[in-house]
Structure formats: structure tokens, C-alpha cells
């Protein structure tokens, strides 16, 4: 079992009284730690990740200052639910940091790092490369509060960071990456254009992948001085140029489909024949799943919809990817059969962090990545994927994909509907009653607004109830800071 690091002491932060003790969760007396998370090897050490300290005590237990860890052996699924400015993106931070560091930083316990994927929606984690600096005053806080945890300051420097093909970026070091159509299922392509599946132009989408990628068809051609039928093959290495043609020339959809579905389909398509983004030659997702490696894709500046296609495409290509890896893991291991070359150097386990999920698996619109995230995380327990979802609105990220969460970390939210939407996901109870100072809450919609930024209920599947923490400073530069204006 790892020793686990002494962590500072937290003096000045709030000190909340709660009612019922809670249960069910390892702790270790010994410099005072709590793991979270823990479905298999409980109270093991060797594979935690620090969240924070914990902020509340109860009259027969004072856990007050005692450090909160999550356990990653096994893959879980996470919600994270907060108003703008509670903590969200800086939580992703923190795990990323967790998840790729090892354990001289302290706040890991195990050495290897965590092949992890970051959607960063707001571009927000360009900074994590670096270590924070004395030399810029918006870094300074973090400077103090890392003293004071006892926390060092590293930056991960081996993050890749991904832009869309021709977009400008100031950074020093980042890559570009394309989406090449043919790796676009129907569902994809659908989601793009904000259409339902059984819809006209969806079912147009539908036939015309098929007689593009699998069938081919018939067009005519004028030789000659006459008209002649020519088959035109099927190309699987499609590209957009191709499904245009189809569209405009294929005998059988213009017999057989309404020109109006036709046509606005097709408006559609070529509005993205000048893009930069679809092209040939999409990016190997062997290059995202380099073991140890995190990859921090910049989709600020795409629409919602291709956003959410990036995601869709990635996921894809991890859970089936790392799908097979396992099946084939599980079987030459157990027959003592040589693992096919093509799987060889996959890492075991990879983590997918989406910020601002709402906007890429929202509840009431039909986008790409809907499918493929119910997809991955039906696959991840026995893939060896995680998933962690941020959203400023609780209620409006697709349910089955929430249904599946095992822990949830809930931030400050004021709205009703948003603290109802968060709480009907909690996988454990809140407690009963909390004293804030000589207020005294018994409320649940009390409990969540009572909330400073950083401080979370923080509520696993495991455990007897929901619990108060603060999560700790990021050891890594935070490239979300809001700006200093005047
Ligand atoms: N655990 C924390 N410790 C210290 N500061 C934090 C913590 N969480 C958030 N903050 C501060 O609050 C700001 C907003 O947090 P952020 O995570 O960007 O909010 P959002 O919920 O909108 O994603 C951060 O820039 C940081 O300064
Ligand atoms: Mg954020």
C-alpha cells in the first residue's frame, strides 16, 4: 500500500457542521485522508487522485481538513454541475493534473500517467503545459494558496494541444487537426445539420452514404451527342465533392426523392466544401491515444453542432478501438495468446473530459455526439473509459448519458430548476442538516446555494451521503482566468 503525502493544513477555510456522519467511505486516520470512489480494493492507496480537503465535521467524527481522494483504478463516470464561475472548468484542471501526473507532485499516489482527452469547449486549458508563474500577478493567488496546501507547482508538459484546420491561434505549440467525411456515419452527418434521424433530409443523408460509400449508382452522361448511363463506383474514402455529385446526379434519388429534401441537403453540404475542417486525412486516433498522454482539443470557435461532431468523431474511434483492445486483452491473457500487433502500445484506461457539455449532449436537440456518448459509456466500464461531463445547466445534458454517473460533484447553482435537475442525479443522499457558522440549513436547495466558489457536495455512489469539500488549488497554469478589466 502507497504512503500517502502530507498535504498542508487548511486553516482559514469554512468549517461547516453536518449532522449525520458519513459512511461507507474508507478513511485513513493516519494524516487523515478519505477515498472516494472505491468500488473494488477498498482501502487501497496506490491509485488516488487528490480532489480536495474536506470542509465539514459531524459531532461524532472530525474530518474536518481531511484530504479527499478519488480512487481511479476502475473507470467511472462523473458529473460536474456548477453556475458559471463556481469551479467546473478549474475541476477538469485538476483531475487532468491528477490523472497525467505522478507522485512526486502529491497529488497522485501511482506513477503512470492517464492517456486523457480534454473537449475544451471555451478553450480554457491552452495553459496547461505550464507551471504557474511569480511574475504574473493572475498568478499569484494560486501561488499562496499552493504554499499553503504544500502543494509544488508543475506544469504538464507533455499536453498536445489540437486546433480546427485554419484557424489562427497565438500559441506556440499547437496542431492542427481535420474531421475527414468519410469517417462520418449517417448519425454524424444528421447531427451536424441539426436533423432527426426518420426526417426527409435524414433519410436522404442515409441513402446517399449508402450508394456513395457501399453500393454505387447511375448517372448520365452526354457523349457524343447523346445521353448514356454511366455507373459510377463506390468510393468508401468519400469525400464531400462526392456526396454533392451523388445528390445532383444519381437517377434513382432524383426519380425517386422530392427535389426540396434534394436540395436543401445539398445546400447543406456544399456550405462546408470550403471548410478547412473537413478534409481527407482525419487525424489517427492513435496519435490521441498515446499512453500517458493528454490531448486538449480548442473548440471554442466552432458552432455548437461541430463541436459536438468532434466529440462524436473521437468517441467514436476510442470505444471502438479500445473496445476491441480489451476483447482481445481479455482473451490472449487468459489463453496466453500473443495480442494481435495492431493493439499493441493502447493504453489500458482512457479519461474524456467535456466542458460545457450541454452544449455538445444537450437533452432536447439532436446533435452527433448524443449516440456516441450513450454508446461510450454503455462500452466504458469493460473498455477501461471514463467520462467526465461539466455543465453550468444540470438539467439540460441528455439523460441517458447522466443516468450512468457514478459521482457527482455539485458547485454553487441559484436556480431551482437547475438545483432540482442536479439533485435528482445525486447517486448518494444529502444530509439532513448543516449549520453554516449560526445558520443553520435543513433545505436541499439551501444546501447547493450555500455554496462558495471551489467548495463542492461532492457525492459518490458508494458512500452514505453527499460531501463538503473544497477542492484544491491547480498545480498547473489555469488559462481560464477571467480578465482584469480596469
Ligand atoms: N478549487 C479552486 N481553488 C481556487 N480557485 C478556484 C477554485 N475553483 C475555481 N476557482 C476560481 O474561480 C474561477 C472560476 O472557476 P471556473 O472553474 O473557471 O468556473 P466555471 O464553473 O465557470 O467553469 C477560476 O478562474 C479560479 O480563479
Ligand atoms: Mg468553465
Same mark, same amino acid.
Given at each position: ?94 483531475? /487532468? ?104 433530409? =435524414? ?78 486525412? =482525419? ?8 499512453? =500517458? ?148 440549513? /435543513? ?44
Amino acid at each position: 500500500m502507497s504512503e500517502l503525502p502530507t498535504i498542508g493544513h487548511i486553516g482559514n477555510l469554512r468549517r461547516i457542521d453536518v449532522s449525520e456522519p458519513l459512511e461507507r467511505a474508507p478513511y485513513i486516520a493516519r494524516g487523515k485522508h478519505i477515498l472516494l470512489g472505491q468500488r473494488k480494493f477498498r482501502g487501497q492507496t496506490d491509485a488516488l487522485v487528490l480532489l480536495g480537503k474536506c470542509i465539514e465535521q459531524t459531532r461524532v467524527s472530525n474530518k474536518y481538513d481531511a484530504n479527499v481522494w478519488l480512487d481511479i483504478r476502475t473507470p467511472h463516470v462523473i458529473y460536474i454541475c456548477g453556475k458559471r464561475g463556481s469551479g467546473k472548468s478549474y475541476d477538469l484542471g485538476i483531475l /487532468s493534473e491528477g490523472l497525467i501526473l505522478g507522485s512526486n507532485s502529491k497529488i497522485t499516489t501511482k506513477d503512470k500517467a492517464i492517456t486523457t482527452v480534454v473537449f475544451d469547449t471555451q478553450s480554457q486549458f491552452w495553459a496547461l503545459a505550464d507551471a504557474p508563474k511569480d511574475t504574473l500577478t493572475e498568478d499569484l493567488e494560486q501561488l499562496d494558496q499552493l504554499r499553503e496546501w504544500a502543494l509544488p507547482t508543475i506544469g504538464l508538459s507533455g499536453a498536445r494541444l489540437f486546433k480546427p484546420a485554419g484557424e489562427q491561434s497565438d500559441l506556440p505549440t499547437v496542431e492542427d487537426f481535420v474531421l475527414d467525411p468519410a469517417e462520418l456515419d449517417a448519425d454524424d452527418w444528421c447531427g451536424l445539420f441539426g436533423l432527426e434521424r426518420y426526417s426527409p433530409q =435524414g433519410q436522404c443523408i442515409r441513402t446517399l452514404l449508402q450508394k456513395v460509400r457501399v453500393d454505387g449508382y447511375e448517372i448520365e452522361e452526354a457523349s457524343g451527342g447523346q445521353l448514356r448511363r454511366v455507373r459510377v463506383p463506390a468510393t468508401p474514402r468519400y469525400a464531400i465533392p462526392d456526396l454533392v455529385r451523388c445528390l445532383k446526379k444519381d437517377l434513382e434519388m432524383i426519380d425517386q426523392s422530392q427535389k426540396q429534401t434534394r436540395d436543401a441537403v445539398l445546400w447543406k453540404l456544399e456550405s462546408l466544401q470550403d471548410s478547412n475542417l473537413f478534409q481527407p486525412g =482525419g487525424l489517427n486516433i492513435r496519435e490521441v491515444l498515446r499512453p =500517458g498522454q493528454i490531448s486538449v482539443f480548442l473548440l471554442r470557435n466552432l458552432d455548437n453542432s461541430t463541436k459536438s461532431l468532434v466529440v462524436s468523431v473521437f468517441a467514436k474511434k476510442i470505444f471502438n478501438l479500445m473496445g476491441d483492445y480489451h476483447t482481445k486483452r481479455k482473451v490472449s491473457r487468459r489463453f496466453g495468446s500473443e495480442l494481435p500487433d495492431e493493439y499493441r502500445g493502447l493504453p489500458d484506461g482512457v479519461w474524456v473530459l467535456i466542458d460545457e457539455a450541454h452544449l455538445v449532449c444537450p437533452a432536447d436537440a439532436h446533435t452527433a455526439a448524443k449516440e456516441s456518448l450513450v454508446e461510450y459509456v454503455k462500452r466504458g466500464r469493460d473498455a477501461g473509459l471514463s467520462l467526465v461531463l461539466a455543465t453550468q445547466q444540470p438539467s439540460a445534458v441528455d439523460s441517458r448519458v447522466v443516468s450512468q454517473i457514478d459521482l457527482l460533484i455539485v458547485h454553487r447553482l441559484v436556480v431551482d430548476g437547475d438545483i432540482s435537475a442536479a439533485l435528482a442525479r445525486v447517486p448518494a443522499n444529502f444530509p439532513k442538516e448543516v449549520s453554516f457558522g449560526s445558520a443553520r440549513i /435543513s433545505e436541499r436547495y439551501a444546501l447547493v446555494r450555500a455554496l462558495d466558489t471551489g467548495e463542492a457536495w461532492v457525492a459518490d455512489a458508494e458512500t452514505s451521503r453527499a460531501l463538503l469539500v473544497a477542492m484544491r488549488p491547480r498545480v498547473s497554469a489555469h488559462g481560464g482566468d477571467e480578465p482584469v478589466v480596469i
